[in-house]
C-alpha cells in the first residue's frame, strides 16, 4: 500500500502528471476575477475567500480525470481490481497518495493568492484551514466521477458536470467557515466542525462508490 | 438453496416479455385513470376559491407542487432500480432507471417553472436564492447529468451499472445538500422577502392539491411504464440487427 | 390586480412540458414498434434469440 501511495506521488509530481497544472489553474483562475469584478479592494476583500475557494473547486475537479486513467491505459486497473486486498482500501490508498499531489499544493498556494485580493490575515489562516480539511473531500468524492470517466470513451467535462453538485456542500460549509472567521457575530467552530464531519463522510462514501463504478465498468 | 428459488423468482419478475403483456394490459387503465383524474383535479383547482392573502395565484400551487412531489419521488424510485440494477442485476431496473430521469427531469422544469411564476407575483423577482428553489435546483442539475451520462456510453448495461453508482451516491447525497443549502440560506437571508410557508391549508385547498397530486404520480407511472417499454423494444432492435449483422457476415 | 397572466402561464408552461414528454414517449414507442415490424418482416425472427437478449 505504501508502495502504491509512493509511486502515485512520483508520478503526479512527475513532468505530464496534473499537479503544477492544477496549481497554474488555480492562480489563473483567481488572477482573472479581479479583471472581471473590477480591481476595488474593498470588494475584493469581502468576496477573497469565497473566489479562493471556487478556484480551489475548480482545480481541484480538473485533475480528477487522471486519477484511474492512466491505469486504464497502461492496463495496471485490472491487476489492482484482482488484487487480494480490498479494493475499497487501494481506492482510499490512491486518492491520498492524488489528494497529496494535487490538493496540498493548492492549499500550499492559496495564501498567495489571499493576499492578491487583499484579504488580512486572519481570513487567510481561515480559508488556508478550511481549505486543507475540505480539500480532501472534494478528492474522494471526484474519486466516484473519476471512476465513472473510466468507462467512458470521453470523460473529462462530463465528470465534472456530475461531480459538481454533489460538491456543493463542501463549498459551503467552507466558504462560509472562512467568512465566520472574519466577521464578528457568526461563529468559526459549527460550520467547520460540519465540514470536517463532511469530509469524514466522503472518506467512506467517496472510494466504496469509486470501487463499486470501478467494477462495474470493467467488464 | 432458499437463495437459489428467490434468485429464480426475480429472474421470472424480470422477464422483458412478461413485462410488456403486464404493461400492455394495464397501460389503458393507467392512461384513463390519468385522464379521468386531470380532469377532476383540474375542475376542481379552477372551481375553488382563492385564498385572501396571495389571491388567485394560489391556484399556481395546484401544480406547483405535485411536479415539486414528483421530482422526488422520481428520484426515490431510480434509487430503488440502481439497487435492483447493483444488487439483483435486474435487466428490467437498468431500463427502469434509464427511462425514468428524462421523466424526472421535465418535472423538476416544472417545478422550477411554475416556481419562477409564482414568485413573481409574490416576491416580486423571477428568482430568489430560496433554500428550496436552490435545492430543487440542484437536483435539476443532477438529472440532466445523469442522462448526459447515459447517453455518452455506447454499452446499455454497462451504462446502466455506472449510473446506478452515481444515482446512489447522489440518493446519500442529497440531504446533505439540502441541510447544507438551508444552512446557507438562513445565513444569507436577505430582509425577509419570503412570505410563503405562511398560509396554513385548510380543506378548500386540500382536495384540489391531494386529487392533483395523485393525478401527477398515475401520470407519472404511465409515462414511466411507457418509456420502460420503449427502452426495451430499443434494445430488441439493437440486439437483432447485430444479429441480422452477424447472420450476413456468416452467410457472405 | 389581476394575477391571471401568471397563473395561465404557469398552466401553459406544465401543459406544454408534459404534452411533449407524452408525445415523446408515444413517438419512440410507434418507432420502435415500427422497427421491429420491420426487422419481423425482412425475416428476423426474434424466437430464437430470446435467451441471449433478456441477459442483455
Known sequence: MTALLLRDLKLSVRAGGGALIGVLFFMTVVAVIPFGVGPDLNLLSRIGPAIVWIGALLSALLGLDRLFQTEREDGSLDLLLMQEHPLVLTVLVKCLAHWLGNGLPLVIASPLLGLFMNMDEVAIGATMLTLLVGTPALTFIGAVGAAVAVALPRGGLLVSILVLPLAIPVLIFGVSASYAAVEDPAPFMPPFLILVAITMFFAVLGPLGAALALRNAGD | ?252 | MSHTFYIAMSYAVSAAVILCLIAWTWLDGRARRQELAELEASGIRRRSAQAKDDAA
Open chain 2, 1 to 252: 438453496m432458499t437463495d437459489s428459488l428467490a434468485i429464480s423468482k426475480f429472474s421470472e419478475l424480470a422477464n422483458p416479455t412478461r413485462f410488456l403483456a403486464l404493461a400492455a394490459r394495464i397501460l389503458p387503465w393507467m392512461a384513463a385513470a390519468t385522464v379521468i383524474l386531470f380532469a377532476i383535479g383540474l375542475y376542481l383547482s379552477f372551481t375553488t376559491e382563492g385564498d385572501y392573502q396571495q389571491g388567485a395565484t394560489v391556484r399556481i400551487m395546484y401544480v406547483h407542487v405535485p411536479a415539486a412531489w414528483l421530482s422526488m419521488m422520481c428520484y426515490t424510485v431510480m434509487a430503488v432500480s440502481a439497487i435492483g440494477t447493483l444488487v439483483w442485476r435486474h435487466p428490467l431496473a437498468d431500463v427502469s432507471h434509464k427511462a425514468a430521469a428524462p421523466l424526472g427531469a421535465a418535472f423538476t422544469l416544472i417545478a422550477l417553472a411554475t416556481g419562477s411564476l409564482w414568485g413573481r407575483p409574490m416576491w416580486g423577482t423571477w428568482w430568489v436564492w430560496d433554500a428550496r428553489l436552490t435545492s430543487v435546483f440542484v437536483l435539476f442539475l443532477m438529472y440532466l447529468g445523469l442522462i448526459a451520462l447515459n447517453r455518452a456510453m455506447d454499452d446499455p448495461s454497462r451504462a446502466a451499472r455506472v449510473s446506478a453508482v452515481l444515482i446512489l451516491v447522489g440518493f446519500v447525497n442529497i440531504p446533505i445538500i439540502k441541510f447544507s443549502v438551508d444552512w446557507w440560506n438562513t445565513l444569507h437571508q436577505p430582509a425577509s422577502v419570503i412570505r410563503m410557508g405562511g398560509p396554513t391549508i385548510d380543506q378548500e385547498f386540500l382536495w384540489p392539491l391531494l386529487i392533483m397530486a395523485i393525478a401527477f404520480t398515475v401520470l407519472f407511472f404511465t409515462l414511466h411504464t411507457m418509456a420502460m417499454r420503449n427502452e426495451i423494444w430499443r434494445r430488441r432492435v439493437a440486439a437483432q440487427r447485430r444479429m441480422a449483422a452477424r447472420m450476413a457476415g456468416r452467410e457472405a
